[in-house]
């Protein structure tokens, strides 16, 4: 929280440095946005910044659409490594300094301290050697890489990218989960580190789901390889397989002709009647916390969804509240009638 204004004049400067995590800079994104006075202050604080270390204002990268199914909700970010940002050197009393020069303007430039050249280059070479780390924190975030490589992280989860990453190599580590859309190079291929699992792409879209000792993988389009300890196993469109972490063991899910597909039709089915079907399928307790809800209509058709993502597009439909508990799933809501 924002309670005064050292805290303020504090996260600026870290932002400036290149020194907040995301999560600071989305919180002085918001302090910005909530008054006008609050944006010309951030301003001004940037170019005394700017001008006191002889920099050019610090700005975020550009944000574009993302790929096809969201081009027209969400824009993506273009991800540039750390290293490659401008750098911004400045000590504990410099900050101090910027501090007075946007709050009482009584420090001329002749008062400025002198940063040393040496801790410059300390600082550069610092930043260099960085790897750049990008979050989902509490919702889905979408990623263009610098090879035009598409990445959806889900929340939670990091991507760990090295600093020449799309030059020397394209080698990636995921703690979490997350979709890739990525463009093949055979020259460079893309390779992708979870945990000790190597996933090796060939030209596709793959979705990686890890969850406790499981790491599941899954192909869209084209063809992925994964390696670990001497075993391969390679998957093509529509095949999925799982890595269990403790055991350092890669198995492949049965054939897509051997699954049986699971599809529910609901076709002005009540809620009441819809619940009772998802409930005994999926083996768990559904309540309407409201009766006048029971006879609400539900038209629509899931095949091979989860009860989550189910119970996601039907709480959208009928604009009502699912909480699920440990024990029960809770429905709430006003009457549809």
Not at 90 to 99: H, Q
Not at 167 to 189: A, C, M, Q, Y
Not at 243 to 261: G, M
Not at 301 to 324: C, G, H, R, Y
């Amino acid at each position: 929280m924002l309670n005064s204004r050292e805290d303020i004049d504090a996260l600026i400067v870290s932002y400036l440095n290149g020194e907040a995590s995301p999560d600071q800079a989305m919180l002085l994104e918001d302090w910005k946005n909530e008054h006008p006075d609050n944006k010309e202050y951030f301003l001004k604080f940037e170019k005394a910044h700017a001008t006191t270390y002889g920099s050019q204002p610090f700005t975020l990268g550009s944000k574009g659409s993302a790929w096809k199914v969201i081009e027209n909700q969400i824009k993506e970010q273009k991800v540039t490594p750390l290293w490659r940002k401008p750098l911004f050197v400045v000590s504990v009393a410099a900050a101090a300094i910027i501090t007075l020069i946007v709050v009482t303007g009584v420090l001329s430039p002749d008062d400025t301290p002198p940063v040393a050249n040496n801790t410059k280059v300390e600082r550069e070479k610092e930043l260099e050697e960085r790897e750049n780390v990008i979050y989902a924190s509490n919702k889905v975030a979408y990623y263009t890489l610098e090879d035009d490589s598409k990445v959806m992280l889900q929340p939670g989860s990091k991507l760990i990218i090295p600093k020449d990453f799309n030059e020397k190599n394209r080698s990636l580590s995921l703690d979490g989960s997350g979709t890739f859309e990525v463009i093949h190079d055979e020259k460079n291929p893309f390779v992708l580190m979870v945990g000790e699992l190597e996933i090796y792409d060939l030209g596709t879209i793959f979705h990686v789901d890890h969850s406790g000792d499981t790491v599941k993988v899954s192909v869209d389009e084209g063809i992925v390889e994964l390696k670990i300890n001497g075993q391969k196993q390679a998957l093509e469109k529509g095949d999925s397989a799982f890595y269990l972490v403790s055991q350092k063991v890669i198995k492949k899910y049965a054939e897509p002709s051997a699954r049986e597909d699971v599809v529910f039709e609901f076709d002005g089915t009540s809620l009441a009647e819809a619940t009772e079907i998802l409930g005994a399928f999926f083996k768990r307790k559904i309540e309407i916390k409201n009766p006048a809800l029971a006879e609400c209509t539900v038209s629509v058709t899931f095949k091979n969804e989860s009860l989550a993502t189910i119970l996601d597009i039907i709480a959208e439909l009928l604009d009502i509240n699912i909480v699920q508990n440990k024990k029960t799933i809770e429905i709430y809501g006003e009457s549809c009638q």
